[in-house]
């Protein structure tokens, strides 16, 4: 009699430690099927003092669920197959700085969640894909001024884009002014070319140039009642400044610029403001 009853107390002791491990492992399924993917998207455009640049990329990190453990994070360069992991972080660390990447690269990221139990570890889905460039975050370049024709008001200029800048795309301007100290007057892109030789007019959508890259531009100004004739400025000393939507630096996500050239110093700028 008390050998079966240890039998039978044994068999109660095992069912209900039965029950408990089935039930920590339905729980962890719940946790794993109701585990949501989280969003990963760029953190660099100025905000918080954070700038990407050559040397350093900024995610932010953010996910909906309330119960889990942290992230982890993945990355490739662009064109490539393989993802690595970068890191895996607190569910508390919500920005994450990429202090590993090469200058003038292109990185894409993707992250997932996870909840880490006594018995296992679950994984949420993958995040989206976010794409970010590690280039200048404000665009350099080298102006110069090749020409003047008073007669049709017309200037010829080049433009090379910097080593490690990124794409800029030149529209057909509306906005933009030439200056020479306190004289201005309307200016207007109207044609470019690529080798100095076929010229052709700007289209809608711009014309990108990349890194490294040279672009020639003609531009005509167009005098009114308030500004000055162009025979009064002296373009060697003077800036062209644009219209902040007739330039596009693709170095900093959701920034708009303001692209100024100096024919003085031979210099121009593609300066990004997030607000």
């Known amino acids: 009699m008390r050998i079966r009853k240890f039998v039978l107390g044994l068999c109660a002791v095992m069912m209900f430690s ?28 100025g905000e918080n003092g954070f700038k990407n640049s050559t040397k350093k990329l ?14 982890k994070i993945y990355k490739r360069v662009k064109g490539t197959k393989k993802w690595k992991l970068a890191a895996t972080v607190n569910k508390k660390k919500n920005f994450y700085t990429d202090k590993k990447v090469k200058a003038g690269k292109t990185y894409q990221y ?12 679950v994984y949420s889905k993958y995040s989206n894909i976010e794409k970010i460039s590690a280039v200048n975050y404000d665009g350099k370049y080298t102006a ?6 008073v007669e049709k008001k017309e200037i010829t200029l ?22 020479e100290n306190k004289k201005e007057a309307p200016f207007t892109f109207t044609q470019y070319s690529l080798d100095q030789k ?31 004739k162009f025979a009064e400025i002296d373009a060697k ?3 062209l400044v644009f219209g902040d939507t007739e330039i596009k630096y693709e170095g900093c996500t959701g920034c708009h610029n303001d692209f100024s050239i100096n024919f003085e110093n031979g ?9």
Do not use: R
């Open 18 to 45: 039965g029950a408990i491990v089935a039930s920590q492992g339905m729980s962890e399924a719940v946790m794993a099927k109701g585990l949501k993917a989280p969003l990963v998207s760029d953190a660099g455009y």
């Open 58 to 71: 900024y995610l932010e990190l953010s996910s909906t669920n309330k119960k889990f453990t942290g992230y």
């Open 110 to 121: 993707k992250v997932k969640c996870f909840y880490k139990s006594k018995k296992k570890v």
């Open 144 to 149: 110069k001024l090749l020409g003047t024709d």
């Open 158 to 179: 080049s433009v090379t884009s910097h080593k490690y800048n990124g794409n800029t795309i030149f529209k057909k301007t509306e906005e933009s002014v030439i200056k």
């Open 198 to 228: 076929t010229w052709k007019d700007i289209p809608e959508k711009g014309i990108k140039v990349k890194a490294g890259k040279t672009i020639y531009l003609k531009g005509v100004v167009t005098e009114n009642e308030k500004s000055v």
């Open 237 to 239: 000393k003077a800036h």
């Open 267 to 275: 210099t121009g700028w593609a300066v990004s403001d997030w607000d």
